[in-house]
T-cell receptor, first 114, second 111 residues
């Protein structure tokens, strides 16, 4: 039972345009969400996170939006650059209690076309 | 600079061999994790540890065991490697409510 879902395995975007990557979750107890970027043959690197007390968090070209009622989050990249081409994973976790692990989605391959 | 180091980038092992994957972190994090990444399946948690000598099963622990004798080191053991354990293995560490930091990954091929 996948608790974190990324329904789009791939996305292609023109350089300079906006990339929107989507993520849905089923466990309403998740209250902290993260996005990671992964290049082939490398480990994932952290991009941006958001707590459930917020609905938006921005860091440079990257913005994450959280819609708690829909159990949906999205990552916006503006403007997209060829170097952004990678697999993007969303992850969810709990900010309190004993569970410390991150639960990941299946990833979305973003390709930014020059 | 934060660092999680996995002992090997690439490994080729034979079916039935006992395989050790080592991971070391230099951030004094209490939590350490082993994930595997397979196409279309994302990152799946194998085991994690929240303290020395403490461990908990993740979503797919079958065929694996772990060891954490020191805070900075977390080892993943494949007791008897099988071809369906061919995968990218990723170690991570984390402290409290923060991001997890990942190692560079080990691409394991079992033949």
């Amino acid at each position: 039972d996948q608790q974190v879902k990324q329904n789009s395995p791939s996305l292609s975007v023109q350089e300079g345009r906006i990339s929107i990557l989507n993520c849905d979750y089923t466990n309403s107890m998740f209250d902290y969400f993260l996005w990671y970027k992964k290049y082939p043959a490398e480990g994932p690197t952290f991009l941006i996170s958001i707590s459930s007390i917020k609905d938006k968090n921005e860091d440079g070209r990257f913005t994450v939006f959280l819609n708690k009622s829909a159990k949906h989050l999205s990552l916006h990249i503006v403007p997209s650059q060829p170097g952004d081409s990678a697999v993007y994973f969303c992850a969810a976790t709990f900010s309190s209690g004993s569970a410390r692990q991150l639960t990941f989605g299946s990833g979305t391959q973003l390709t930014v076309l020059p | 600079d934060v660092k999680v180091t996995q002992s090997s980038r690439y490994l080729v092992k034979r079916t039935g061999e006992k395989v050790f994957l080592e991971c070391v972190q230099d951030m004094d994090h209490e939590n350490m994790f082993w994930y595997r990444q397979d196409p279309g399946l994302g990152l799946r948690l194998i085991y994690f540890s929240y303290d020395v000598k403490m461990k908990e099963k993740g979503d797919i622990p079958e065929g694996y065991s772990v060891s954490r004798e020191k805070k900075e080191r977390f080892s993943l053991i494949l007791e008897s490697a099988s071809t369906n354990q061919t995968s990218m293995y990723l170690c991570a560490s984390r402290s409290g409510v923060s991001e997890a930091f990942f190692g560079q990954g080990t691409r394991l091929t079992v033949v």
